[in-house]
Nanobody, 115 residues
Framework: QVQLVESGGGLVQAGGSLRLSCLAS????????MGWYRQAPGKQREFVAR???????IYVDSVKGRFTISRDNAKNTVYLQMNSLQSEDTAIYYCNRHPPAEDYWGKGTLVTVSS
C-alpha cells in the first residue's frame, strides 16, 4: 500500500521561503518520477514540478526560478524548496508520482503566503 506523507507547510510572508518534504512508502521510490502538485482555494489541483528517476526536472512557468524540486532516494523523500513566495502560491501542496496515480494522493500540506 503506497503512502505519501507531505510536511513542511506553514504561514510565511510574501518573499519568504519554505521547504516541503514528502516521504514515500510502499513503492519502489527510486524508479518513479515524482511530482509536486497544488490546489489553491476554489481552483482545481495543478501540476507544479516533476523530477525524473534520473534527476531531470520540469516546472510550471509560474514557479520557474523560484522553486526547486529534488529527491533523496536513500530516504524515499522528495523535496520542494520554495523561495520568493507570493500570495498566489497559497495552496495545499501534494506529492505524487508523475503522472499522478489517483490512489496515491495524501493529505497534503498547507502553504499560506501573507502579503
Amino acid at each position: 500500500q503506497v503512502q505519501l506523507v507531505e510536511s513542511g507547510g506553514g504561514l510565511v510572508q510574501a518573499g519568504g521561503s519554505l521547504r516541503l518534504s514528502c516521504l514515500a512508502s510502499g513503492m519502489l521510490f527510486r524508479l518513479n518520477p515524482m511530482g509536486w502538485y497544488r490546489q489553491a482555494p476554489g481552483k482545481q489541483r495543478e501540476f507544479v514540478a516533476r523530477i525524473s528517476s534520473g534527476g531531470s526536472t520540469i516546472y510550471v512557468d509560474s514557479v520557474k526560478g523560484r522553486f526547486t524540486i529534488s529527491r533523496d532516494n536513500a530516504k524515499n523523500t522528495v523535496y520542494l524548496q520554495m523561495n520568493s513566495l507570493q500570495s498566489e502560491d497559497t495552496a495545499i501542496y501534494y506529492c505524487n508520482r508523475h503522472p499522478p496515480a489517483e490512489d496515491y494522493w495524501g493529505k497534503g500540506t498547507l502553504v499560506t503566503v501573507s502579503s
